[in-house]
């Protein structure tokens, strides 16, 4: 989201968006770890509206999507945008422990 930022300040955005429309799959990785201000929530907004119905899009996250309304905000974008994502969606929930966490202790107990 900060590449979007980016963009919009250098007057890119346009051109930006126009590489998001076109990729075959997008990857949000981490998503929710920072909060959404208004010009976030609107590109997040046009990003999954270029992509609904067009392409593929993965979004990880630690954050449970029942507080994602929460997350976005501005409960009218947030609603328009989870229901192109969520049912539209095919969801994997992973249980256990950190992947991160099993390597540093296999690491640990190696040494």
């Not at 929460?70 to 409960?75: A, C």
């Amino acid at each position: 989201m900060e590449r979007v930022k980016v963009a919009r300040l250098e007057g890119t955005y346009t051109k930006f968006m126009d590489k998001v429309e076109k990729c075959d799959l997008l990857i949000l990785d981490d998503f929710g770890l920072f909060e959404f201000d208004n010009i976030t929530r609107q590109a997040f907004m046009d990003i999954i509206e270029s992509k609904y119905d067009r392409s593929s899009i993965i979004i990880t996250s630690q954050i449970p999507v029942n507080k994602w309304h929460e997350l976005i905000g501005e409960g009218t974008i947030a609603d328009a945008i989870l229901d192109r994502l969520v049912y539209s969606s095919h969801r994997i929930k992973l249980e256990g422990e950190s992947m991160r966490k099993n390597k540093m202790k296999n690491i640990k107990n190696y040494n």
